[in-house]
């Protein structure tokens, strides 16, 4: 299994950016995703879950109303879109499955079965 994130970079406070993640070799369609970040300094912590059917997201609330999880099953892939970017956003990002029916709570780390490697999101201020 792996998970492939990309999208990462550098830009100012205020703007956007969209993650991708890319999954392979398992059945995305019943696997539910997450993406958590590890800021500088900062243990890694939840920033929003999409459940395999794409009908429920739970978001962090330092994201709610900036951040929008989303997935095409067709592709495998799941997406953050990040707009109104803060300095405080800059962290390491990660992407995190886990088999659908899981009962750990979606911000729980240790429901996760497979990580991918991070990508890196820079905001100045």
């Known amino acids: 299994v792996q998970l492939q994130a990309s999208g990462g970079g550098l830009v100012q406070a205020g703007g956007s950016l969209r993650l991708s993640c890319t999954a392979s070799?398992?059945?995305?369609?019943?696997?539910?995703m997450a993406w958590f970040r590890q800021g500088p300094g900062k243990e890694r912590e939840f920033v929003a879950g999409?459940?395999?059917?794409?009908?429920?997201?739970f978001y962090a609330d330092s994201v709610k109303g900036r951040f929008t999880i989303s997935r095409d099953n067709a592709r495998n892939t799941v997406y953050l879109q990040m707009n109104s970017l803060k300095p405080e956003d800059t962290a390491v990002y990660y992407c995190?499955?886990?088999?659908?029916?899981?009962?750990?709570?979606?911000?729980?780390?240790?429901?996760?079965?497979?990580w991918g490697q991070g990508t890196l999101v820079t905001v100045s201020s």
């Open positions: 995190a499955a886990r088999r659908q029916g899981t009962i750990v709570v979606f911000s729980s780390q240790r429901g996760y079965d497979y």
């Open positions: 999409i459940r395999w059917s794409g009908t429920s997201t």
């Open positions: 070799g398992l059945t995305f369609r019943t696997i539910e």
